[in-house]
């Protein structure tokens, strides 16, 4: 088992919604319409789109995360892309990922600590994403910006570019094979989040350590620690979700 502590709460994060896809509905025009549901204080700001694939790829990373689940089984989760909302709609999104499979190929990663312009419509397909969700992070997103900036510039906080390189030998089949979550080699995709909405003044995965972090470990976070995020005045995440593809139960 990966080092994740459970939550005290009692009852899943009502602020935290499920909201199903529409038959052929694109992920980009679910996602459109949940950001139209946001409160208004809400329209500008980071949010957190998690998903969920089901090609080779993603289902290895969605086994290798079960180690943070109680029961063992598959996360629902295997990429989180960051979220800076200038405005309302989708086309005041700037999209920001540490992606194992980037469109364009990994370039030279030093040059930016690893993290990639995300195009949105490579997510766009419900049948290679069944699972999607939207998750907002109670932050100034000026903050995000300035801390997502000194990430790119700072490898010495947490090298990115290092966390891709012990994942890719695990997603391809490389050598032994050992999971790097259970090394304490978080998801680059998540350690990411997880540093900058730090360095912001939100703490995302208090389960964890952020070297540690995993989509699935955000995913339980915005679930379970609701009470921990809105204590002292503070806001819990809010969102939506949609999670139809399961690769197996406990039951």
Not at 86 to 110: D, H, K, M, R
Not at 224 to 242: E, F, N
């Amino acid at each position: 088992m990966s080092g994740i502590r459970t939550s005290n709460a009692q009852a899943p994060n009502v602020k935290l919604r499920k909201e199903s896809r529409a038959h052929a509905q694109s992920n980009l025009a679910w996602l459109e319409q949940a950001l139209e549901q946001l409160e208004d204080k809400q329209q500008g700001g980071p949010s957190l789109l998690l998903l969920g694939g089901r090609d080779p790829i993603s289902f290895r990373l969605r086994v290798a995360q079960s180690h943070a689940r109680h029961d063992l089984t598959p996360s629902h989760w295997s990429h989180v892309v960051l979220l800076e909302r200038n405005g309302p709609g989708l086309s005041s999104v700037e999209a920001w990922e540490i992606s194992l499979t980037p469109v364009n190929g990994f370039g030279y990663p030093p040059r930016t600590n690893g993290i990639q312009r995300a195009d949105l419509n490579a997510y766009a397909n419900e049948e290679r994403y069944p699972n999607v969700a939207l998750v907002h992070v109670p932050l100034e997103l000026h903050k995000v910006k300035a801390a997502r900036e000194r990430f790119m510039r700072q490898r010495a906080v947490v090298d990115a570019v290092g966390l891709v390189t012990e994942w890719l030998p695990y997603v391809w089949g490389v050598g032994r094979n050992i999971n790097p979550l259970l090394e304490g080699h978080g998801l680059p995709c998540a350690a990411m989040a997880e540093v900058i909405l730090g360095a912001a003044g939100f703490e995302l995965t208090p389960s964890v350590a952020s070297r540690s972090s995993s989509p699935e470990a955000i995913w339980q976070s915005a679930r379970w620690w609701h009470d921990y995020h809105g204590s002292d005045s503070r806001q819990p995440l809010t969102g939506t979700y949609h999670t139809p593809h399961t690769l197996c139960t406990a039951d």
